[in-house]
Nanobody
Framework: QVQLVESGGGLVQPGGSLRLSCAASGSIFSINRMGWYRQAPGKQRELVAAIRSGGSTNYADSVKGRFTISRDNAKNTVYLQMNSLKPEDTAVYYC?????????WGQGTQVTVSS
């Protein structure tokens, strides 16, 4: 089992920044990829950014150049730094761990971009 706890969401004005954190515990040795997804009301959940065990990353086109995914292996934590936020970034953001033993999700954290 893998447990994921997210933090860092909130309300921010357009153009502002937020950093999301996702702390993993449990069978972390089995994790191959960590990612951030988001789901806006009435829309499907979409991949925002992911980082693999080897360090490679990928991003949705809509966030390239604005968001950065990173990790701190000593803290078993993955971060999503979000800059130049737009109203369309408003969504519930979920941390995901793809592991050899299964697929795991955090509880989600709300990000609202509004003036």
């Amino acid at each position: 089992q893998v447990q994921l706890v997210e933090s860092g969401g909130g309300l921010v004005q357009p153009g502002g920044s937020l950093r999301l954190s996702c702390a993993a515990s449990g069978s972390i040795f089995s994790i191959n990829r960590m990612g951030w997804y988001r789901q806006a009301p009435g829309k499907q959940r979409e991949l925002v950014a992911a980082i693999r065990s080897g360090g490679s990353t990928n991003y949705a086109d809509s966030v390239k150049g604005r968001f950065t995914i990173s990790r701190d292996n000593a803290k078993n934590t993955v971060y999503l730094q979000m800059n130049s936020l737009k109203p369309e970034d408003t969504a519930v953001y979920y941390c995901n761990a793809m592991a050899t033993i299964g697929d795991y999700w955090g509880q989600g954290t709300q990000v609202t971009v509004s003036s």
